[in-house]
T-cell receptor
């Protein structure tokens, strides 16, 4: 089957940098996506890696290594509003989501 | 451009009843996917509709069904509700491009509680 594992929770302070890892056991996917979901809200798209390497979008960067079956989301200059759940997902003919990581940012 | 809308936002039903949820995609998007989100199972794919046809299906029982109309609006139906069907049901729309690289845009979800 296909599975994506993430740490359940990460904590950090404002201004810091945090990395959320995603390891997967799947094959034949088009790319790796990252979504943010605030409590009670809808998942919102953050980033997509079709190829290996780093993609940068403002304070957020995402990385994919297919040879290592691994990806990560890097959040820089953390703000309180970044407190949310973050999901990686592989793009096949559908999105298969990871287990999700709850990020708590403290002042 | 208006985002994905879902109605109703909250729903309370009892076991054995059926329910219909509605999703209006972003204008111009032809694909609508449905997901179930629960604390225990996370986000799980239910099915995808494209041009009024079911294009993909997840591993859910036949009690879960859906359809799509010519204006791309979609409905999902759950019959004979069980307690375990309590969840947040999310729909997501995309252009529907082949290859799975489409960005999916999610609606706010319908919170279904089965008593």
């Amino acid at each position: 089957g296909q599975s994506l594992e993430q740490p359940s929770e990460v904590t950090a302070v404002e201004g810091a940098i945090v990395q959320i890892n995603c390891t997967y056991q799947t094959s034949g996917f088009y790319g790796l996506s990252w979504y943010q979901q605030h409590d009670g809200g809808a998942p919102t798209f953050l980033s997509y890696n079709a190829l290996d390497g780093l993609e940068e979008t403002g304070r957020f960067s995402s990385f994919l290594s297919r040879s290592d079956s691994y990806g990560y989301l890097l959040l820089q200059e953390l703000q309180m509003k970044d407190s949310a759940s973050y999901f990686c997902a592989v793009n096949t003919d559908k999105l298969i989501f990871g287990t999700g990581t709850r990020l708590q940012v403290f002042p | 451009k208006a985002g994905v809308t879902q109605t109703p936002r909250y729903l309370i039903k009892t076991r054995g009843q059926q329910v219909t949820l509605s999703c209006s995609p972003i204008s111009g998007h032809r694909s609508v996917s449905w997901y179930q989100q629960t604390p225990g199972q996370g986000l799980q794919f239910l099915f995808e509709y494209f041009s009024e046809t079911q294009r993909n299906k997840g591993n859910f029982p036949g009690r879960f069904s859906g359809r799509q109309f010519s204006n791309s609006r979609s409905e999902m139906n759950v019959s004979t509700l069980e307690l375990g069907d309590s969840a947040l049901y999310l729909c997501a729309s995309s252009m529907g491009l082949a290859g799975g690289s489409d960005t999916q845009y999610f609606g706010p979800g319908t919170r279904l509680t089965v008593l």
